[in-house]
């Protein structure tokens, strides 16, 4: 029998089934399906009873009674609207960020692996920590940010920005876009190192200006990078938990309160897992659909020469 | 090699020392920008550190950029009013816990996917992005109840063991692309040489994929430091909360002590951020292996 050297022993049909993959991958497997998936299984047998925290016994299968109620029950529609606008938002901002400073990385600098370190420290805060900084920069009283707003013109007096509907929102994805942009930069200035720079030249033999090399070369350049990025940029921030739930909560009056949201609220605030449920059974749904876009992307590169 | 082409055209049209002292004038101008930059994005960081040891000019209208005084007297005081000692040290436990069990695990998973191809390593490789396509919150309503059922719920190994679920996947995924880059044929000749699988793998890959192990370790015990979540829902009695739980704390309904709070927030961070910021490199390398290719 001739042996493939770039190929691990793997079973023929003479040699009996080869365990050893097997004992390696248990371990995981047990823990990844008893902590993950077990749970995903029961939130969504869950989603059919209107079972409550706290007599968690007493709960009665009702069909899909938690699902026609969804469907009537305005906190939902706000949440899914909310959850849109948000990803949207975050998506946009993240993105913004992540791409105009890779663009000024991207270029000879004097100390570019330092510089390029300071604009990756937000990614190593912890996001409990991101959030109580912003937080107290916002303050409503002595919030520095504020303080700068009011300098430059652009507020006539400090905002109460956590507690006000309109301006929660806002807030909330600048601490994410704050956080997060470092991780689209990263993968933007891989895309960009891609680009060959003969690309640029032949541009800028047609005369092109910066601007338009830009439109011309380096987005089209990073197309298959964009979708893909853009993608895990949604997908992160319909699933973002800790950030919202650390500096708002949902609030203020729901202003808030995304899908993932509220389906914690609904458990541990109305003591209702049945619907809670319903409600996170929907999101996955939702990040299903994101994420076969996603596989199918994936896919058709590899694909691709 | 792009700003010399850029120069070496416009020195064609315009006076050569004139052109040079305009590239050098635009080259200047971009990095003062990027410094400006720099210097926004990290300003959150700069006033946790200036908020924490400014206690007396905290609250002031306008606030000082650079403070008036320094004093030390917040960091005392969350480690003498506060329980942040005994925050401290769950988050040490409970981090460790994790990083050490996740990466035991994660080790034999992701050697077995690198190595063998087969039906078996290939469903658990799509088990493994699915469950990152999983909305937390849903997964974390019942886990609170099978928790409570078992005994699980308000206790540290309780929630190492979530947050070591929670990480597991990723860890894998990491470590099977270390495997990926250590040639088999070290195995192969070692087998020859009448080592055993299991003994090839532990004796011959392991120790060259030490680095990896470093990077994953890190990254587990990063991630179970930082976590808020599971700890904020699967934990209950203040004893044994962790500090990104116990930060919350601090704000209360009408007054935040923000000294106090920064001070906490500069022990919690920087231990992580700086163990973050020096695996960074392998991490994203590891992480975008898939968005990012050619």
Redesign the interface.
């Known amino acids: 029998m001739k042996r493939d ?7 023929s049909r003479a040699t009996p089934f ?1 365990w ?6 248990a ?3 047990i ?2 399906a ?7 299984v ?2 969504i047998t ?1 989603s059919f009873f209107n079972t409550r ?1 706290l007599r ?1 016994s007493e709960g009665q299968f009702i069909g899909l009674a938690n699902y026609v109620a969804l469907g009537s029950d305005p906190a939902f529609w706000n949440s899914v609207s909310v959850t849109f606008t948000y990803g949207l938002a975050t998506m946009l901002c993240t993105y913004g960020l992540g791409l ?2 890779a663009l ?2 991207n ?4 100390g570019r692996g330092f ?1 390029r ?14 959030v ?6 916002l ?1 409503a ?4 940010i504020n ?1 700068a707003l009011v ?1 430059a013109g652009i507020i006539s007096a400090p905002a109460a920005w956590l507690t006000s509907a309109g301006l929660a929102m806002p807030a909330l994805v600048l601490v994410t876009s ?1 956080q997060q942009f470092p991780f689209a930069m ?2 933007l200035l ?2 960009l190192q ?1 680009i060959p ?1 003969e690309q ?2 032949a541009a ?1 033999m047609d005369g092109a200006g910066v601007f338009r090399r830009f439109i011309h070369v380096t987005l089209p350049g990073l197309r298959a ?1 964009n979708v ?2 853009i993608l ?1 940029l949604i ?1 992160n921030s ?2 973002r ?2 950030m919202i ?2 500096m708002t909560g949902g609030g203020p009056a729901r202003a808030t309160e995304t ?3 509220l ?2 609220n609904v ?2 605030q109305y003591q209702r ?1 049945g619907y ?2 319903a409600v ?2 929907v ?2 749904v939702i ?2 659909c ?2 076969l876009a996603y ?1 199918f992307l ?1 896919a058709r ?2 694909e691709a020469p | 090699m792009r700003s010399f082409v850029n120069s070496a055209r416009t020195m064609g049209a315009v006076s050569a020392a004139g052109s040079a002292r305009l590239a050098f004038l635009r080259s200047a101008a971009a990095f003062a920008f990027t410094l400006l930059c720099a210097g926004l994005v990290i300003f959150p960081y700069y006033w946790m550190f200036v908020s924490s040891l400014g206690s007396s000019s905290l609250f002031e209208w306008p606030p000082r950029i650079i403070p008036s005084s320094i004093s030390f007297k917040a960091y005392e005081k969350i480690f003498t009013e506060r329980a942040v000692l005994t925050w401290l040290t769950n988050t040490a436990v409970v981090a460790s816990a994790t990083s050490i069990f996740c990466t035991i695990v994660a080790i034999n998973a992701g050697y077995a996917l690198s190595r063998f191809r087969g039906k078996m390593t290939g469903a658990f490789g799509i088990f493994i992005l699915f469950s990152q396509m999983l909305p937390a919150t849903l997964i974390v309503v019942p886990l609170y109840v099978i928790f409570r059922q078992l005994g699980l719920y308000n206790t540290l190994i309780g929630l190492a063991i979530a947050d070591a679920a929670f990480i597991l996947p990723l860890a894998t995924w990491l470590m099977k692309g270390f495997f990926d880059r250590i040639p088999i044929d070290l195995e192969e000749q070692a087998q020859i040489d009448g080592c055993s699988r299991m003994g090839a793998f532990y004796r011959v890959t392991l120790p060259l994929a030490i680095p990896g192990l470093v990077v994953v370790t890190a990254f587990s015990f990063i991630t179970g430091w930082d976590e808020f979540f599971l700890a904020r829902t699967l934990i209950a009695t203040q004893s044994n909360w962790v500090l990104s739980v116990g930060l919350t704390s601090f704000e209360s309904q009408y007054s935040v002590a923000w000294d106090e709070m920064m001070a906490a927030s500069v022990v919690f961070a920087l231990p992580a951020a700086a163990f973050f910021l020096v695996i960074q490199r392998y991490l994203v390398s590891g992480l975008t292996s898939g968005a990012v290719k050619g």
């Open positions: 050297p770039s190929m691990a022993p793997r079973p080869d050893m993959p097997v004992w390696l991958i371990p995981a497997g823990i990844m008893g902590l993950l998936f077990y749970p995903i029961r939130g869950l925290l968690y105009g400073f000024l990385l270029r000879e600098i004097p510089i370190t300071l604009f990756i420290m937000p990614w190593a805060i912890p996001e409990v920590v991101a109580m900084i912003f937080v107290w920069m303050d009283q002595y919030g520095v303080y300098e704050w990263l993968i891989a895309g891609t720079d640029y030249e800028m990078v893909i990025l895990i997908l319909f699933r938990v800790t739930y650390a899908l993932s949201i389906t914690y458990a541990f897992i809670a449920a996170g059974a999101l996955l990040l299903l994101f994420s596989f994936i590169r590899s």
